[in-house]
């Protein structure tokens, strides 16, 4: 072809139906994350601890995610760990070194009591 080709791929159906994607203001304030490793029985869905984390409701707690799943050694037979990385932010101030405990202390606590998870140590 004697001259360049360019091709796009627009939705255009969310801007028809009046979708439109709402930004908001990067925070000033540092994000801190906290990584946690629990063991939980086999039968345990990943979405099930994402359910018991966003119970909590509290905006500081942006987001949990999953970076490691092990069964083995140092883990019972019928149980995995699961690893999984919290993102805190205060969209009012920097957090603390006890109000980041305090936020992990009600993470695994939400998590023990809705799907039996332990602290792996």
Do not use: H, N
């Not at 069964?71 to 999984?84: F, K």
Request: proline share 5%; glycine share 6%.
């Amino acid at each position: 072809m004697p001259k360049p080709l360019f091709l796009a791929d627009l939705a255009l159906s969310p801007l028809l139906c009046g979708q439109v994607t709402a930004f908001k203001a990067i925070s000033r304030y540092p994000r801190v994350l906290r990584d946690l490793a629990v063991i939980v029985d086999d039968g345990v869905a990943w979405q099930q601890i994402v359910d018991a984390v966003t119970s909590l409701s509290d905006a500081r707690i942006q987001s949990v995610e999953l970076f490691d799943v092990y069964r083995g050694t140092g883990v019972p037979e019928g149980r995995q760990s699961l690893a999984l990385s919290l993102s805190l932010q205060d969209p009012e101030k920097t957090l603390d070194d006890a109000a980041i405990q305090e936020l992990v202390d009600q993470v695994v606590q939400v998590l023990r009591e809705r799907t039996g998870a332990e602290l792996r140590g």
